[in-house]
């Protein structure tokens, strides 16, 4: 059996300062004191890291390093490293399969709990890996598309044939179900999960 999540090791590897400084004070504010989170501003220091600290959880901005560098880099790590992608711009989804899971600057202190606790479990099913996906109804998704197309609420409602009352229901059970509140977030979250493509989303 694994250790106390208290002994895990999590790299976070970002060169802003602020977006670094901000998953470092939300991450301690649910593990343990305990928890070594390391902070890197410099890619160039994370090969020397890695095989200083063996990390369990890597967070990086996926702008930083290329597929075939990740996985170089996983090599470089005795033990089954998992490699979180920290995203804050709309990438192409497959740019993002070669990690483990993603996290968004627009994820509250909740959705990044849960995903951090869940690679830190052992025994996790692989069926729960889309979750919070398969949780959303057809009808959900749907609205999702439409949103991050740039429909208001009445142009939704037309589309999908139902009244904009009850779009602005759903659209509250988007909000509760991934506890994601703009636009952004929703369009960040519908590409990651290929909802839409890049191609349909509305950025003006």
Same mark, same amino acid.
């Given at each position: ?19 670094? @400084? &901000?998953?470092?004070? #939300?991450?301690?504010?649910? *593990? ?6 390391i =902070?890197?501003? !410099? ?65 509250? @202190? &909740?959705?990044?709990? #849960?995903?951090?606790?869940? *690679? ?6 692989? =069926?729960?890996? !889309? ?8 009808r ?53 999960n ?11």
């Amino acid at each position: 059996m694994r250790n106390s999540v208290s002994q895990y090791k999590i790299i976070i590897t970002e060169t802003s300062l602020i977006i670094r @400084l &901000g998953v470092t004070q #939300s991450l301690r504010r649910f *593990l343990p004191g305990k928890t070594q989170l390391i =902070e890197i501003a !410099n890619y160039d220091l994370l090969s020397e890291s890695l095989r200083l600290y063996q990390p369990d959880i890597v967070i990086i901005n996926p702008t930083l390093v290329g597929a075939i560098e990740l996985q170089r880099l996983r090599s470089e790590v005795k033990s089954k490293v998992k490699v979180v992608a920290l995203l804050y711009n709309v990438l192409d989804p497959e740019s993002l399969k070669a990690y483990d899971d993603t996290i968004t600057i627009y994820d509250d @202190l &909740g959705k990044l709990k #849960s995903k951090i606790e869940r *690679l830190l479990q052992i025994g996790v099913e692989d =069926e729960t890996t !889309n979750e919070e996906v398969q949780q959303l109804s057809h009808r959900e998704k749907e609205i999702i598309v439409c949103v991050v197309k740039g429909m208001s609420n009445k142009e939704i409602a037309d589309e999908l044939s139902i009244s904009a009352h009850t779009v602005i229901t759903h659209r509250k059970n988007i909000t509760r179900k991934l506890q994601i509140n703009s636009t952004a977030g929703l369009t960040i979250y519908a590409i990651v999960n290929k909802l839409v493509t890049l191609e349909e989303v509305n950025i003006s």
